[in-house]
């Protein structure tokens, strides 16, 4: 049976080649559908080992060495890949004692072609206009989607178009989605309405849209699961651990595993913890009340690609929590700058948001959530350089309610030996 669109709340279904972000019976989320009983017979570790350092297209890159799982049925020839993927699992043993864990490893998703795991999404993403045909495609972005989007857009001889909200937009994002020749449009309202802006106006004029309403998206961003548990010899680790915004990188965790684990592939899911920052939370508000209440929040945070209070894949994040056993919790953007610090200081990195997964990991450790003795992966989105002002910001104690636990001061000094030689004494061990 070939794949197929259904909604994941009345079961209606669709031809692959539907060009549909939510049901148009219900109004709710599509899944992109896989027939796993076919797959069930057919795919196994080895088929993807087999893979695994290749120079064939499509299936060096990380997302499409598991073709199978992503889009089966699709003719090579439609496939827009940067090679996306194929990231570090680093082992952080320092950073799992700080967290109270005895291993802990960071994906590293910031070292993907654009910087982010956004390019996961967007090869799928870009693929699918192509099949359909789309000549424009566009979102809405905190900025590391619009920068994804806008390289794989012009890659693919399409025009990208970005919807920027009003202010706080990281410069290393902002700086990309420009350079790669999107238009870009920065609109006086957050994220949330220029979600809103982005879907009306696009069905208005025939544009195609990229953010992670749409389901293809979300078929990309399930590699960082199977490629996580290939790295780890298809051990699977007791948590993943990730930062929630618009909250598709969770649900398309929850599906992957889920797909994973009917298909036989692994023999029991990890448990996800989604983490969101405490100014923009409202996966954890609802958490706390088991779902039956879901309110927006309006978004405050320092850790601006997650600052959205009204996530369109509400639904299937839940649903994610549901799959793997999973749970929610936040942390302040104290916790999350310092962590952030720790990050970088081991030579990693990562941008604010991704520092979620570490600062997320030592709060529940302390709540005795995630066990001492327990593996758990954390999730890096994004890269360093993708936000340099917050990190400065940090390192010089200079930004707004926030104390640095670990800074790293920057010396000023004329050019005298002297002065330089007291600075290098001090620091000496
Ligand atoms: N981390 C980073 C670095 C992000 O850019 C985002 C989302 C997330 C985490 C959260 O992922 O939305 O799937 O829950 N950035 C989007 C953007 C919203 O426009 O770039 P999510």
């Excluded at 320092?94 to 654009?114: C, I, R, S």
């Excluded at 929630?244 to 029991?268: A, C, M, P, T, V």
């Excluded at 994610?320 to 962590?339: K, Y």
């Excluded at 450790?365 to 890096?380: A, D, F, N, R, S």
Aim: hydrophobic fraction near 35%; aromatic fraction near 8%.
């Amino acid at each position: 049976m070939p794949s197929i669109l259904r909604c994941m709340s009345c079961g209606q279904e669709y031809p692959i080649q539907t060009l549909l972000y939510t049901c148009e019976h219900c109004g709710n989320l599509l899944d992109v559908q896989h027939d796993l009983d076919t797959l069930r017979r057919t795919v196994t570790r080895s088929l993807f080992d087999q893979r695994l350092g290749t120079l064939d297209t499509p299936y060096k890159s990380g997302v499409w060495r598991y073709k199978e799982l992503i889009y089966p049925d699709l003719p090579d020839h439609f496939i827009v890949s940067r090679s996306e993927g194929n990231t570090n699992l680093y082992p952080a043993p320092k950073l799992a004692a700080w967290a109270g864990v005895k291993t802990l490893y960071l994906k590293h998703e910031g070292e993907n072609p654009t910087g982010s795991f956004k390019d996961r999404g967007m090869t799928t993403g870009v693929t699918q206009a192509r099949v359909l045909g789309m000549r424009r495609v566009a979102c809405a972005s905190t900025g590391n989607t619009s920068a994804s989007m806008a390289a794989y857009a012009t890659f693919a001889e399409m025009d990208g178009i970005v919807f920027f909200q009003n202010s706080h937009i990281a410069l290393g994002k902002l700086s990309q989605a420009i350079a790669y020749g999107a238009t870009c449009i920065q609109i006086n309202a957050d994220f949330d309405r220029n979600l809103e802006l982005v879907r009306e106006i696009s069905e208005k004029l025939g544009i195609y849209v990229l953010n992670s309403v749409n389901p293809f998206r979300l078929e990309g961003q399930k590699s960082i699961m199977f490629e996580t548990i290939q790295q780890l010899r298809w051990n699977v680790p007791d948590w993943i651990v990730c930062p929630g915004g618009n909250l598709g990188n969770s649900s398309s965790f929850g599906k992957g595993l889920y797909e994973l684990h009917q298909l036989g592939l692994i023999d029991r899911i990890p448990r996800i913890a989604i983490i969101q920052a405490e100014g923009a939370n409202p996966l954890y508000l609802a958490y706390q009340h088991d779902f039956e209440e879901y309110k927006p929040v309006h978004a405050e945070t320092i850790a601006t690609a997650i600052k959205i209070g009204n996530p369109v894949n509400y639904a299937k994040a839940a649903r994610t929590i549901r799959w793997t056993n999973g749970v929610v919790e936040q942390v302040t953007d104290q916790q999350i700058m310092d962590a952030k610090a720790l990050i970088d200081g081991q030579g990693i990195g990562c941008e604010p948001a991704s520092a979620c997964s570490l600062a997320g990991a030592r709060k529940l450790v302390e709540m005795g959530v995630i066990q001492p003795h327990e593996t758990v992966v954390g999730i890096l989105t994004g890269h360093i350089l993708k936000d340099p002002d917050a990190t400065i910001g940090y390192h010089n104690n200079s930004l707004e309610n926030l104390s640095a636990a670990y800074p790293n001061r920057l010396y000023q000094v004329e050019p005298s030996v002297d002065e330089i030689t007291r600075i290098l004494e001090t620091k000496a061990h």
